[in-house]
């Protein structure tokens, strides 16, 4: 069975930190990503990697803030979250590609996806 199980959300205050995880199992996956959404909102891109950690995309909106890295040895990709806003306040979801390597934003590129970890960050 394939599987993506996120890890690491939680409450922090604004200005805060938190590390995301998500270790996939399964199967190889190329490029992974992150992705978020709120209530009432579409799920969007946060950022994504290859499976090389070459390449690495990030949303303007997190940008500066959050970094995505991987590690390969443990099928785990990580997202660190710094300078923490409310408006970071979503359920975030870790994304695989079976196929694609070089990282898309677009959520319709990845296969697999895990169950979601929600953040939320308090003013």
């Known amino acids: 069975q394939v599987q993506l199980v996120e890890s690491g959300g939680g409450l922090v205050q604004a200005g805060g930190s938190l590390r995301l995880s998500c270790a996939g199992s399964?199967?190889?996956?190329?490029?992974m990503g992150w992705f978020r959404q709120a209530p009432g909102n579409e799920r969007e891109f946060v950022a994504a990697i290859s499976w090389s950690s070459i390449t690495t995309r990030y949303a303007d909106s997190v940008k500066g803030r959050f970094t995505i890295s991987r590690d390969n040895a443990k099928n785990t990709v990580y997202l660190q979250m710094n300078n923490l806003k409310p408006e970071d306040t979503a359920v975030y979801y870790c994304a695989a590609s079976s196929s694609l390597n070089s990282p898309p934003s677009s959520l319709t590129h990845y296969d697999y996806w895990g169950q979601g970890t929600q953040v939320t960050v308090s003013s």
């Open positions: 399964g199967r190889t996956f190329y490029a």
